[in-house]
């Protein structure tokens, strides 16, 4: 049944021989969307970017996105709108049928007139810092609020429109009179209304940027130049006779709203914009141009358009497609252009643009589908599809039979095809999934060695080379057709989908990777992709190169522009979807062309795309950003103590200082980008807390559990290109510290903790002090009693003994008789030996003895062993000290006897060795805490810069050592010798 109803359209487009003109880019807003009602008057813009839309049921704030509604409910005096104003103070100015209300973003307000509503008011204009309306034909000033009648020439007369010219000026047309400019505050005639042109009804005064002043009206447009009214003519001399509403300039174009859509008139040339090409049949009633430069259409029933200019227009099933999936796009040398659908329909495209359908008698092309169409350097449209012949197309050969069978050899008869290629040797190359053939000019086929694959595109190389793309990645042809398989990094076995050449640059597009750029010579690459290059889809379809700097890809989801620089880096990516007018998202393999007047086409899965580069959007056009609330825990922030003021419009808190707890905020964002809403990211820091920048597209900034501190949030606005917004929001506020976290609490903290800590420190220390003392004196008392038992025990064993061998010696030597020398010498040596035994014992017993501990009667005891050695020889002796009996300084544990053997060892070496006859010792007690011990003799003396083999002299270093001290010799031979000794912490605390 499908299949009947396309043949009969066919059949129809065959018949009738009808043209169809394009599809333009017009997006439709309606009450679906969210408008509040589809009957719209008038569009207006305020300084934050928002559209405002008057209706005959209330009034719409509109960003692109969303609708914000008000109505009589709100306080609107009344639904039925017909004018807007946006002041400089940023009031919305709202005209109705019953009067005029103000809204300041949270109340609206009425003027009144003698305190009562207006009336019907049909025009709002701001000029002299004044706000003018005409009330039943009849001039208005608001001042405070409050309206007053004012006049042009008389109280009769009957003013139809005013308007504020590009300069600032006032200008009103009066009835039958002309129109008039008010100038130091009266009104001066500038050009009266002559003849039939008197009984005009003008509805709106505008002036162009040619400084042309036009008049539109019931009966057209009406043009005065030098106090001459005429009517606008066209091209060939045809007045425009229209029904005009609104007027409005786009690139020197101009636009007409009227009862029957909308017209635009451009080089002397109308065009008629109504529901055949994307507008509405019915009354347009006002026509805006936003600052991005999109033209905005208020209709009657049929909601709000935009428009954008010259980006996309568009062909689809309402402009003469059977099949709107369009196949291939081709131009001859002629001129002609000829695009083909998947359902096997061909299409002339006019020099008008316009759509021709082709007839296909004799053929079987429409039994299959049509997968490619190419047109050679000789006029020929060669035509491929699915499983059937090839034909070649060319109406100036055969008129009555216009298409050829391409490649039906006797020998092979060539079915199916995916690309196309007439090389230099004028022969066809043709690519399918079946391999590589070549069609030579006498119709013969001959087939490609090449490895099995589906060959997807061909293009011509260098000398003489082509360059053919597979599912198995790429493969170059010589001149005699043998192939060879280049090695491009990326590209190996994957599958190419569409492929140009330039210059000695390959570009190649693949089904999943993106695109790659191959330069051939030095057998480098680059890819580009989603991440790399911000390309919309990663599928590429078809190509466009118009230089190897400016690269168009027709991908899977939109169109790409890249543009590059020599080495083949992205300098600016551009990516166009529905927002420019693109209604097919998803473009065709090898579906595009680079026409001869520089315009672009592509073929979508939607329908044929027709696209001017000269008139690309304005990449100057940025985003703006507001901030749009500001919330503590979630809620509006309606504590005045917290902030200095609250903003208009939004009640955003001024100077916002919150408590430590009061931590949690949220921002609530609005970007504002009419051209493109969909593109819209906020990039956004906050200082103080973030190091970077984040970019998301959620309006919605949360940040909880914020400590205290200043803070700035900075966002911008931004599109998915990297257009940042004209504008940022820069929002300070600052979050208090608890009583704990101010310095001052902080720093007594410091003090009581670094005080509780010391005092802790201080009693741990003490404890383990007196511990360590408790063990020392339990070890000292121990050790003490252990001394006093060795003493005790050493004197009663040691001493007895010795005095028992003594008293035995004397009786031996008693009974041994006096001639026997020889043993009697034998009993004296052991009585000498015995009696020194016993007095060095007895100085062992002495140090052993707690009580000997005190360094006064150590001293003495050292004093009275000297005195004791040197008594019965030549050497004097003098020892003094200044130590008093009185001090009660005792040594440290086993230092006594340590102090004991080292004089006993300097007395007997002195003894021994010196041959001194003088000999002073002191010890010299210093602040009871160093004792300075001073030996000298006048003997022999040695050389104290030789060493010694004798132990004495070790030994007392080592006892010196061994209780901390240190001692220094000075001794030279025949001079004497003198030891000092000093010692530290050698007495007991």
Not at 574 to 600: F, P, Q, V, W
Not at 707 to 714: N, S
Not at 744 to 751: E, I, K, Q, S, V
Not at 941 to 963: A, C, P, T, Y
Request: charged letters at 20%; hydrophobic letters at 35%.
């Amino acid at each position: 049944m499908l299949a009947k109803v396309k043949i009969a359209v066919l059949v129809l487009f065959l018949i009738s021989g009808s043209l169809f003109s394009q599809k333009y880019n017009f997006v439709n807003f309606t009450v679906e969307d969210g408008l509040i009602q589809s009957q719209a008057m008038h569009i207006v813009q305020d300084k934050s970017k928002y559209l405002w839309i008057g209706t005959e049921g209330g009034l719409c704030k509109f960003d692109g996105k969303t609708f914000v509604k008000y109505s009589l409910q709100d306080g609107l005096v009344s639904n039925f709108i017909n004018r807007l104003l946006c002041d400089a103070n940023g009031n919305i100015w709202i005209a109705t049928k019953r009067g005029i209300s103000v809204f300041d973003g949270k109340n609206f307000r009425q003027a009144l007139s003698n305190g009562k509503p207006i009336g019907n008011c049909s025009f709002l204009v701001q000029a002299n810092d004044q706000v003018y309306t005409v009330n039943n034909f009849k001039l208005g000033i608001i001042k405070n609020f409050s309206f007053e009648r004012s006049s042009v020439t008389d109280t009769s007369e009957k003013v139809t429109a005013i308007y504020q010219t590009p300069k600032g000026d006032l200008l009103a047309y009066v009835y039958s009179k002309g129109i008039y400019c008010l100038k130091n505050d009266k009104w001066q005639l500038m050009h009266s209304s002559e003849g039939n042109l008197q009984d005009i009804v003008v509805r709106h005064i505008f002036i162009t940027s040619t400084s042309d002043t036009l008049l539109t009206g019931g009966k057209g447009i009406v043009t005065v130049k030098k106090n001459k009214f005429s009517y606008l003519k066209l091209n060939d001399g045809t007045p425009v006779d229209l029904n005009v509403f609104g007027i409005e300039e786009l690139s020197s174009a101009l636009w007409f709203g009227t009862d029957k859509g909308a017209y635009k008139i451009e080089n002397g040339n109308l065009i008629h914009f109504n529901s055949r090409n994307g507008l509405s049949d019915n009354n347009v009633y006002s026509i805006f141009k936003d600052v991005e430069n999109n033209l905005w259409f208020a209709s009657d029933a049929d909601g709000i358009f935009k428009f954008k200019e010259n980006n996309f227009s568009f062909y689809d099933k309402s402009f003469g497609l059977v099949n709107p999936t369009i196949m291939g796009v081709a131009q001859t040398n002629d001129g002609n252009i000829y695009a083909a659908d998947y359902s096997g329909n061909l299409y002339l495209i006019d020099a008008e643009n316009k759509i021709v359908p082709v007839r296909l008698e004799g053929t079987d092309i429409q039994e299959g589908k049509i997968n490619t169409i190419y047109a050679d350097n000789e006029n020929n449209l060669y035509i491929g599809s699915l499983g059937k012949r090839i034909y070649k197309y060319n109406p100036k050969l055969n008129a009555r039979s216009p298409f050829t069978p391409v490649g039906d050899d006797v020998d092979y008869k060539l079915r199916g095809s995916n690309c196309f290629l007439k090389d230099k040797k004028g022969n066809l190359i043709v690519g399918n999934a079946q391999g590589l053939f070549v069609v030579n000019k006498e119709n013969k086929v001959s087939k490609i060695e090449a490895p099995p694959a589906t060959y997807n595109a061909i293009v011509q190389g260098d000398n003489g080379t082509v360059l053919v793309g597979s599912t198995n990645g790429l493969v170059m042809l010589d001149s005699n057709y043998k192939a060879s398989f280049p090695k491009v990094k990326g590209i190996d076995n994957n599958e190419i989908l569409c492929l140009k050449y330039n210059n000695g640059i390959a570009w190649l597009g693949t089904t999943e990777h993106g695109m790659f750029r191959w330069d051939a010579k030095n057998n480098s690459s680059q890819q580009y992709n989603n991440l790399a290059a911000k390309l919309p889809s990663n599928f590429i379809y078809s190509m466009i190169v118009r230089n190897n700097n400016d690269v168009w890809l027709g991908t899977g989801f939109g169109i790409c522009n890249l543009i590059l620089d020599n080495s083949g880096k992205v300098m600016k990516v551009k990516n166009y979807s529905r927002a420019e007018g693109l209604i097919g998202m998803e473009c065709n393999h090898t579906s595009e062309l680079l026409a001869k007047d520089s315009t672009m086409w592509f073929g979508t899965t939607k329908g044929l795309a027709h696209f001017k580069p000269s008139g690309q959007s304005d990449e100057n056009i940025r985003p703006y950003i507001i901030l749009k609330s500001v919330k503590l825990f979630s809620a509006d922030i309606k504590d005045s103590t917290l902030s200095t003021g609250f903003s208009p419009w939004y009640n955003i808190p001024e100077n916002l200082v919150l408590k430590a707890k009061q931590n949690h905020l949220t921002f609530e964002l609005t970007g504002i980008f009419l051209s493109n809403p969909e593109e819209i990211l906020y990039k956004y820091k906050l200082e103080g807390i973030d190091k970077d920048y984040t970019i998301s597209n959620n309006p919605v900034i949360n940040y909880p559990a914020l400590p205290p501190g200043k803070y700035t949030l900075i966002v911008y606005a931004i599109t998915k290109g990297g257009v940042e917004s004209s504008n940022s929001v820069n929002y300070s506020f600052e979050i208090l510290k608890a009583f704990y976290q101010q310095a001052w609490f902080m720093l007594l903290a410091f003090f009581v903790i670094t005080g509780s800590a010391g005092l802790i420190v201080m009693i741990y220390y003490r404890k383990k002090q007196n511990e360590k003392l408790m063990r020392e004196k339990i070890r000292e008392e121990e050790f003490t009693k252990l001394r006093q038992r060795t003493a005790e025990d050493f004197h009663d064993e040691m001493g007895n003994k010795l005095t028992r061998i003594s008293v035995l010696t004397d009786i031996l030597k008693s009974k041994v008789s006096s001639s026997e020398k020889e043993a009697l010498n034998i009993v004296s040596q052991i009585k000498e030996n015995t009696t020194a035994l016993y007095n060095g014992s007895r100085d062992i017993i002495w140090s052993l003895n707690s009580k000997n501990d005190n360094f006064y009667e150590i001293t003495e005891h050292v004093k009275s062993l000297g005195q004791e050695i040197f008594s019965e020889t030549q050497t004097n002796f003098h020892f003094d000290h200044n130590i008093k009996s009185s001090d009660n300084i005792k040594l440290k544990l086993d230092y006594s006897r340590n102090l004991i053997m080292i004089f006993k060892e300097v007395y007997n070496n002195i003894l021994k060795h010196s041959q001194a006859h003088i000999v002073n010792a002191r010890i010299e007690l210093v602040d009871n805490k160093e004792a300075i011990i001073m030996i000298s003799d006048n003997g022999r003396g040695f050389d104290s810069g030789v060493e010694h083999k004798g132990n004495g002299l070790k030994n007392m270093q080592n006892r010196i050592k061994r209780i901390n001290g240190t001692f220094s010799i000075n001794s030279s031979l025949n001079n004497g010798t003198e030891i000092m000794i000093s010692l530290k912490d050698i007495f007991h605390i």
